[in-house]
């Protein structure tokens, strides 16, 4: 089972925790290639992506609130994955976003939270825009996809495996 390091907590517990705080998920977002150049950071930058991936992999992440389904949860985590470290899907992803979704069909935190006027968006904002291929007029609505069929028989089986464990929320 993949634990939950205090790495992780520190990502994000400092910067991208689901209490809605847009300006420092936006600032963490922004500095994120800015931490991948500093020697200081990187290690611990890489290793939470790392984690992230893992987790993802696993869906086992617990929500932050405790309440919401697993399917959101791992929906959130890739939101963050893609908002951090771009396009790429994290590593042994299960059900990877289809490229072509992020930013028209798909919303993220960081694309919700950017200015609703092109010109009010600072250079790191449209920076982060260009690396993912977006402009400011891609932006989409925000879109949940439902759940795949076979994700429930996913999570008893990663939890039969050890994999992860199950969560309060997931009991009926």
Partial sequence: MTERTENLRLWI???FDDSGDPDGYVEGCNRAPEWLDDPD???????FRDELAAHIRDSSLQSLAGSEPQWNNDEWHRN??????????????????????????????????LPKRADRLSEANRAWLAK???????????????????????????TREGARQAWMSESD
């Fill in 13 to 15: 517990g400092n910067w």
């Fill in 132 to 158: 993912r291929g977006l402009t400011h007029e891609d932006r989409g609505d925000h879109h949940r996809r439902p759940e795949p069929p076979d994700y429930q028989q996913r999570l008893e089986r990663l």
């Fill in 80 to 113: 963050l994955y893609y908002d951090l470290f771009g396009p790429e899907a994290p590593p042994g992803d299960p059900y990877p976003v289809p490229p072509e979704d992020w930013g028209h069909r798909r919303q993220t935190p960081y694309l919700f939270w």
């Fill in 41 to 47: 950071q990187r290690e611990s930058l890489l290793a």
